[in-house]
């Protein structure tokens, strides 16, 4: 299928690339990194600046690579080329670089090529000169970012996209880096890892809704389209309560009280619950819902990132 306007030039692609590196993006991987690199830091009093960029560098570059897969898959699928109008919001419809013309296809998968392969280049030297560890993780986080849209597995069109996402950019992100950070495997970094996977997989529960037709067209049977939308906001509300309760087990678990500084964001969450209540059905109205879910992400990464360090630095 041909992408809708020619994009041959230099600057064209220029600016598809842009749009699919915005850095607004990373926030998913942020969070679990830098709360995973203070939780390092706070267990053994150091932290390997060098070896967390090229971590950095590697994460962002899957990102990216996982983006551009995703724009393939959902144009061929029709799933970002049928999102009506008035359901267009800053958090739904892919990334709309093939939908809006600024790349090919083509020009998408040679973007996932090369950015997968900075990933793995990235990645060689924490292999060979840090930990052992970090291949196995990277060859699991590869595999996910891969097959959470690109066929034959197309785990977001199986109602298993949320569940990977939580995975992935919660206890497996967390866990690598530690490891890199330490070299040790810890079931710490993993508890840590819980309500971020939780809550990023709710983030991208309550951006399904404004997608909801225009998923169904395309057959992309993600979890959201299978319940149906009024069923789906119980699940987004059960979905921030329990991330609330997993901090304050967190908490309990790391023998550090400062974890709960982890519940900054439950007030936000709160009112993005109301608001996903009473306007599931408006995309117009559900916005601040979105935007509240990623605010309570940030809010609850940097609690759990000032918990860490109060923890080694004032420990009660």
């Known amino acids: 299928m041909l992408s809708p306007v020619p994009s041959s030039s230099a600057s064209r692609r220029l600016r598809g690339l842009i749009q699919l590196a915005d850095p607004k993006i990373w926030v998913a991987s942020t969070v679990p990194m830098f709360a995973a690199g203070a939780l390092a830091y706070a267990d053994t009093g150091s932290f390997a600046i060098g070896w967390f960029l090229l971590t950095l560098v590697g994460i962002y570059a899957v990102e990216v690579g996982k983006n551009a897969v995703n724009e393939v898959v959902d144009w061929r699928s029709g799933a970002d080329r049928f999102v009506a109008p008035e359901d267009a919001t800053p958090f739904s419809g892919g990334k709309k670089t093939i939908t809006g013309g600024l790349l090919r296809e083509r020009d998408a998968i040679w973007i996932a090529v090369g950015s997968f392969a900075l990933a793995a280049l990235a990645g060689l030297p924490i292999v060979l000169f840090r930990t052992w560890h970090a291949l196995w993780i990277a060859a699991l986080g590869g595999f996910l970012a891969l097959a959470y849209s690109a066929p034959p597995f197309s785990f977001c069109y199986r109602g298993l996209g949320e569940l990977v996402v939580g995975v992935t950019f919660g206890p497996l992100l967390s866990l690598g880096t530690y490891v890199v950070q330490t070299g040790e495997l810890s079931v710490r970094p993993v508890a840590i ?31 959201v389209v299978r319940m149906g939308k009024a069923r789906a906001r119980v699940v987004y509300a059960w979905l921030l ?15 550090n009280p400062w974890a709960v500084l982890g519940l900054a964001g439950s007030a936000e969450a709160y009112r993005a619950a109301k608001v996903c209540w009473r306007a599931y059905d408006c995309t117009a109205e559900l916005v601040p819902a979105n935007a509240g879910t990623v605010k309570t992400y940030i809010l609850t990464g940097a609690g759990l990132i000032a918990g860490a360090l109060l923890g080694r630095w004032l420990p009660l």
């Open 193 to 223: 890892g819980v309500p971020i996977g939780i809550l990023i997989a709710s983030v991208l529960w309550i951006n399904e809704f404004p997608d909801f037709e225009a998923d169904r067209r395309a057959n992309k049977r993600n979890l």
């Open 241 to 255: 309560g329990l991330a609330e309760a997993a901090l304050i087990g967190v908490a309990v678990y790391l023998r």
